[in-house]
């Protein structure tokens, strides 16, 4: 392992990715059952959501646990917070491949999902994204 020191796969980020994926499921049937939206516009407005909570959290994360606009002396300095960012994003895409796969299947989403999961992963996975 490339940083022995940083945990790689705990519990509790595993417990996040399974709650996220359930989380965006459960907001595409709310759309598609409750809202009664056709599952195009429901799959849309479970991706606009997720973009919403990301870059929110992101910018919540980058200028509340992290000096953005200062000098930076190091960038491997872990910064609070941001995994569980990740986590979140990681979850979605476990969710957003499955429903690629299942519901509307085509190859470029599928390359998509599949490389976001591959990227997400090394960035959790790894000290790469600390």
């Given at each position: 392992?490339?940083?022995?020191?940083?945990?790689?796969?705990?519990?509790?980020?595993?417990l996040?990715?399974?709650?996220?994926?359930i989380?965006?499921?459960?907001?595409?049937?709310?759309?598609?059952?409750c809202?009664?939206?056709?599952?195009?516009r429901?799959?849309k407005?479970?991706?606009?959501t997720?973009?919403c909570?990301?870059?929110?959290?992101?910018y919540?994360?980058?200028?509340?646990?992290y000096a953005?606009f200062?000098?930076?002396?190091s960038?491997?300095?872990?910064?609070p917070?941001?995994?569980?960012?990740?986590c979140?994003?990681?979850?979605y895409?476990?969710?957003?491949?499955?429903?690629t796969?299942?519901?509307?299947p085509?190859?470029?989403?599928?390359?998509?999902?599949?490389?976001c999961?591959?990227?997400?992963?090394?960035?959790?996975?790894t000290?790469?994204?600390?």
């Amino acid at each position: 392992r490339l940083y022995p020191e940083y945990p790689a796969l705990t519990p509790l980020r595993i417990l996040i990715i399974i709650c996220s994926a359930i989380f965006f499921k459960s907001m595409q049937l709310f759309f598609t059952h409750c809202m009664r939206l056709p599952h195009r516009r429901a799959f849309k407005a479970v991706s606009m959501t997720h973009s919403c909570i990301a870059v929110a959290s992101s910018y919540y994360v980058l200028t509340t646990q992290y000096a953005l606009f200062t000098y930076a002396t190091s960038t491997c300095k872990p910064i609070p917070y941001a995994e569980y960012v990740c986590c979140v994003s990681f979850g979605y895409f476990c969710y957003d491949l499955y429903k690629t796969i299942t519901q509307e299947p085509g190859f470029d989403f599928i390359l998509h999902g599949s490389l976001c999961i591959v990227i997400y992963g090394i960035v959790i996975h790894t000290a790469a994204g600390q």
